[in-house]
């Protein structure tokens, strides 16, 4: 037994080394995909925005929680500071979180030198979404820095404990051998070349709402009101717990805060003002792991419209699509809360300015 | 669980780990608790019709073997298997038929439908079930009295959800056989395993796309994108279903146990008689022991027509077997005529290929073969019966529009790699047909061993394609 045990790891390390090394050698000077081939959004997005760079200024990435809930046209009507008028771009993909965030961020700001702005939703790293397990969706975003990145901040992670951080980073080197391994590579290029076909036929409909996709129904089963009220009530524990001792606020992670800063102080270098938000409707653990590291960011780079005290609207059936999103009334409000969040930041930050000057 | 998931590689390496550790005592226990928590990964209520089958049968099997007319409790196991597999398969299909009748003659139909999801593998357990009571009714073995070992070989992991048609009499003598760590017995296991694997991922996977997008949209299309469909829908298949077999095959193997051959290159088969003996084997000759066999024993003073009697019946019921719908019935009727024809026109074609050279008429034989399966199964993918006769009548018309045959789920580089699979896959079933091509691999030197192994695991991690593709037989 442990003679094949022995051999089978020497066939893996074989293996993984020829892997690594064809991609190396063949695979990546093809250079046959974008780097946001993973996914259909993701790709259709980015393309969108490729062609009309110059058109946008203000970009906020994150979850679905983004994509269903901030509507830029409305958000472009309600700004109303400076000499160039804002235009926004909903960059929000279905389970996006820290992480693969931060990589798509990064490529988002190198390949679009008019953003101005950039809003960027705060999540917990936590398991892939398991509608992703073993697709290109799961790991076209590792590399070493990426990598190393997760597996700091899951191990700081402070409400975590340890046998899940164990699953979680385990589950992100199983990404990370999956992408050294050249997963199914070879399909990959099949899909990108169908998902190319796709693509061109969605590409028109991004125009209407630059990325936005409301929900327009109204969530359905009253029954259901119990899924909504333990979000709410977890979003209002949360805060309420550290509001009553703030001493809590300085448990946050570290690793994850490092990162935050690095992100907030290269992007300025490049003339972008970088804003964290917290969106509504996240989950206990989310908000345990969030509201430290938003207390350490500098105000001028955070808004917090998710404390269900503060905006019950947020957390009702009317404008409910389901237990996570807000429906169309929903996003509405959510957009306009946000953008007088974003008016009063920006505010503050030209007048602090002015008064620096 | 599927076999081709990450959750059944964790599972197997760990089981294995611990089935090896046990004392062979307790074996059994870890195999019907390792298969009930596999199972209960496709879906957990499955699990209380399983068992109570298994319940069943198991009293059913001692009330056969003690009782001196045996057919009593015999019929009475078969109405109650048989009641099972129409209630949770069939009997939705058949409510909505008895619907579109009665709504001819203007009467609605007060039968309720059943809202449940079919469970996991019915097919395959319930004619075990039989098999096994037949065998006890025939003297053949006699019924299991340990309750446990009984339940161990319906819920055995490798077989579940897509068999092999296991008899009762192959394998649970097998489960009181101890089985020790054989390094060569388990590197063979692996190798099998291996190469279904590649069969599902590389190749029925790939030419999935294609198929998938072809017959989503049949009246679309025709000419020879249809035909090209078909071809690969058979691959498809070929290499799906066999693929699970391997990966089963190989499963076992690794326990130690030896199960039945499912495939042995059903593709060289030279008529369609012959095919039969080469597909899915264990069902073939499960339907030859206890159905065909009987059927043309009661009708053989009919001479060549009780023959035909039994096979249509016999093919009529392994379509209704393989799925739900008119599309199988069909499919099993024409196989039913196909080896008709062959009984009745034996002496007739003897006489025709003996004026004909060996080899051309080994061509010929082989080509109508081919053509003939490629069309009945192609026939049988279509969603309904109208998308079937639009296959059929427009396999040989011209494409009215312009079809880019890259742009169906395969763009070139893929749909090269998917023919070359096949005929890579073709090339081993050559060698397989010299030998066994594991035996072979196991005797070259250590370099080239590993460097096919290297081939092969690159082949898969490369050019597979992963995702959430389950197994098409499982469906039946």
């Known amino acids: 037994m442990l003679k094949l045990a022995l051999k089978s790891v020497l066939l893996f390390f074989i293996i993984f080394i020829i892997s690594v090394t064809l991609k190396k050698i063949i695979y990546q000077p093809l250079k046959l995909f974008p780097y946001s081939y993973a996914a259909d959004d993701i790709y259709l997005k980015d393309t969108w925005l490729a062609r009309h760079k110059e058109n946008f200024n203000t970009v906020f990435i994150g979850s679905s929680h983004v994509f269903r809930q901030f509507e830029t046209p409305l958000f472009d009507s309600l700004i109303r500071f400076g000499e160039q008028p804002v235009k926004s771009f909903n960059y929000g993909i279905q389970g996006l979180a820290a992480s693969e965030l931060f990589y798509l961020s990064d490529h988002l700001v190198k390949k679009n030198p008019a953003i101005k702005y950039l809003m960027i939703e705060l999540t917990k790293i936590t398991f892939p979404d398991h509608v992703n397990l073993h697709t290109t969706r799961m790991f076209y975003w590792y590399n070493y820095q990426t990598y190393l990145f997760t597996l700091k901040a899951i191990f700081d992670s402070k409400n975590t404990n340890f046998p899940l951080k164990g699953a979680i980073a385990t589950m992100h080197t199983i990404g990370l051998i999956d992408k050294c391994l050249n997963f199914g590579f070879i399909s990959d290029i099949n899909n990108f070349y169908s998902r190319n076909e796709k693509v061109k036929n969605k590409i028109s409909s991004m125009s209407t709402y630059n990325g936005f996709a409301p929900r327009k129904e109204i969530y359905p089963k009253q029954s259901d009101t119990n899924g909504i009220n333990i979000r709410s009530k977890a979003s209002a524990e949360q805060f309420q717990k550290y509001e009553n001792n703030p001493e809590l606020l300085k448990n946050y992670n570290k690793e994850y805060l490092i990162k935050i800063n690095e992100i907030i102080n290269d992007y300025s270098k490049k003339g972008i003002q970088v804003i964290f938000v917290i969106a509504p409707r996240a989950d206990k653990d989310q908000y345990d792991e969030v509201i430290p590291l938003l207390a350490q960011i500098d105000a001028r780079n955070k808004i917090e419209i998710a404390d269900s005290r503060k905006y019950p609207e947020f957390y009702s059936l009317d404008n409910s699509a389901d237990q996570t999103h807000l429906n169309k009334k929903g996003s509405r409000i959510f957009t306009t809360v946000l953008a007088n969040e974003f008016n009063k930041l920006v505010e503050t930050n030209s007048s602090e300015k002015n008064l620096s000057q | ?476």
């Open chain 2, 1 to 476: 669980m599927v076999f081709n998931s990450f959750n059944f590689l964790l599972f197997f390496s760990l089981f294995v780990a611990v089935y090896f550790l046990l004392n062979h005592k307790y074996r059994w226990m870890l195999l019907l608790t390792g298969s009930i928590v596999f199972y209960t990964f496709f879906n957990v209520y499955g699990i209380f019709l399983f068992t109570g089958v298994i319940i069943f049968n198991y009293f059913s099997g001692i009330a056969i073997e003690k009782a001196t007319n045996k057919n009593i409790p015999l019929v009475l196991s078969c109405i109650f298997n048989i009641g099972c597999l129409f209630l949770f398969k069939y009997f939705n299909f058949f409510n909505t038929n008895l619907t579109e009748v009665l709504k001819i003659i203007g009467v609605n139909n007060p039968v309720p439908f059943f809202n449940f999801i079919m469970p996991v593998g019915i097919s395959y357990y319930i004619f075990q079930a039989i098999g096994y009571n037949l065998d006890v009714s025939r003297e053949m073995q006699s019924a299991e009295k340990h309750f446990g070992i009984f339940a161990t070989y319906f819920f055995f992991f490798p077989k579940i959800a897509q068999g092999p048609v296991e008899r009762t009499r192959n394998l649970i003598p097998q489960f009181y056989e101890k089985h020790d760590f054989d390094y060569s017995r388990v590197v063979s296991g692996l190798q099998l395993m291996t190469w279904g694997l590649f069969k599902k991922v590389v190749i029925a996977d790939r030419l999935a796309l294609f198929v998938n997008h072809v017959y989503g949209h049949t009246t679309s299309y025709s000419g020879y994108i249809l035909i090209i469909a078909g071809i690969f829908y058979t691959f498809q298949l070929y290499a799906d279903f066999s693929g699970y077999t391997d990966i089963a095959l190989g499963a076992a193997e690794i326990l130690g146990f030896k199960m039945i051959k499912n495939f042995d290159r059903p593709f060289s088969s030279k008529s369609v008689t012959e095919f039969w003996k080469r597909w899915h084997i264990s069902f073939s000759t499960w339907l030859m022991e206890y159905l065909y066999n009987p059927l043309s024993m009661v009708k053989r003073n009919w001479g060549k027509w009780g023959m035909v009697y039994a096979i249509m019946i016999t093919f009529t019921i392994s379509g209704v077997w393989h799925g739900v719908g008119w599309m199988f019935l069909f499919w099993g009727v024409i196989n039913g005529i196909a080896l008709s024809y062959e009984v009745l026109t034996v002496k007739f074609r003897k006489k025709l290929f003996k004026k004909i050279p060996v080899a051309l008429n080994k061509h010929i034989s082989w080509s109508i073969t081919f053509l003939f399966l490629c069309f009945s199964f192609s026939f049988s993918r279509n969603n309904n019966l109208s998308e079937g006769f639009h296959f059929i009548t427009h396999l040989f018309k011209n494409p009215t529009t312009q079809v880019d045959l890259f742009n169906l789920g395969l763009d070139p580089l893929n749909f090269i790699v998917g023919v070359a699979a096949i005929i890579f896959m073709e090339i081993v079933q050559y060698y397989q047909s010299k030998g066994s091509v594991r035996e072979m691999i196991s005797g070259k030197p250590m370099m080239v061993r590993w460097s096919i192994y290297c081939f092969i695991i690159l082949a898969i991690l490369n050019f597979g394609i992963f995702g959430t593709n389950s197994f098409i037989y499982i469906q039946f």
